[in-house]
């Protein structure tokens, strides 16, 4: 570790960043794990007398998009890799839009398609890219997520909901295929950004006040 980096247990951050997190969410050796996990999952249920498509959504699903592949390659599963960006956050708060860039692959004609995220917050995103790939006529098409945002904070606005605290999704998802379920907060690392910081983490922390200050710069 160079002398411009700190490290708290396992975890290690830029000098750049002090002060900017709240606290550490998931350790990278737990992201790997859990990865080598799903990893096992995909391959015993997935053909492995043909590709599986494995689709990356651009920028902030890179470095897990990374993990899986790695896990996928040492079990000796077959897949094509592929990429699509797709962005909806400004600062801390979903835009409300999602805006494509450039054409989907033609690779996915025919073919099983695992969409890789970074994290299912509102769903939004995930409404808005899925019918496009279903229109690419795939084998079957299912979604890869690091993380969901499943249960509200606490102390947030809708704590008295009835609902157990978990957040209802507006798509479904096959829990074999979640990294991790996480509570209502920003976060930050492992591909995820606050206005394009914070990506190069190799563990996920919750984005504090200072961060937020600190962090980011003007798009
Ligand atoms: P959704 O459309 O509300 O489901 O949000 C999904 C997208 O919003 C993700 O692909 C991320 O780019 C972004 N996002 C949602 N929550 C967070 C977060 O806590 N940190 C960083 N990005 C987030």
């Known amino acids: 570790m160079s002398d411009s980096a700190k490290q708290t247990s396992s975890a290690i951050y830029p000098d750049l960043y002090e002060g900017h997190f709240s606290s550490l969410l998931i350790p990278y050796k737990d992201l790997d794990s859990r990865c080598k996990e799903i990893a096992e999952h995909i391959h ?7 590709p599986l498509v494995m689709l990356c959504i651009l920028k902030g699903s890179a470095p897990f998009y ?25 600062g801390t708060g979903s835009s409300g839009t999602v805006k494509h860039f450039g054409d989907l692959p033609k690779s996915m004609k025919g073919r099983h398609v695992l969409v890789i995220e970074d994290i ?5 995103t995930l409404k808005s890219l899925l019918p496009t790939i279903a229109e690419k006529d795939p084998k079957s098409y299912k979604v ?6 499943r249960f509200h904070s606490e102390g947030s606005e809708d704590d008295d909901e009835d609902d157990g605290g978990e957040i209802t999704k507006q798509i479904e998802l096959d829990n074999n295929l979640i990294g991790f379920n996480i509570p209502n907060a ?3 690392g ?5 206005n394009e910081m914070y990506r190069d983490l190799r563990d996920i922390w919750i984005l504090g006040e200072e961060g ?3 962090g980011g710069y003007d798009l």
Do not use: Q, W
């Open 212 to 214: 937020i200050k600190g």
């Open 44 to 50: 015993a249920t997935y053909p492995s007398d043909e």
């Open 144 to 149: 890869c997520s690091m993380l969901v945002k």
């Open 66 to 90: 990374n993990l899986l592949c790695n896990h996928l390659s040492i079990l000796g599963h077959p897949f094509m890799i592929d990429f699509y960006r797709v962005k909806s956050y400004e």
């Open 186 to 188: 920003f976060v930050v």
């Open 190 to 194: 492992c591909g995820l950004d606050y």
């Open 120 to 124: 299912v917050d509102t769903g939004t």
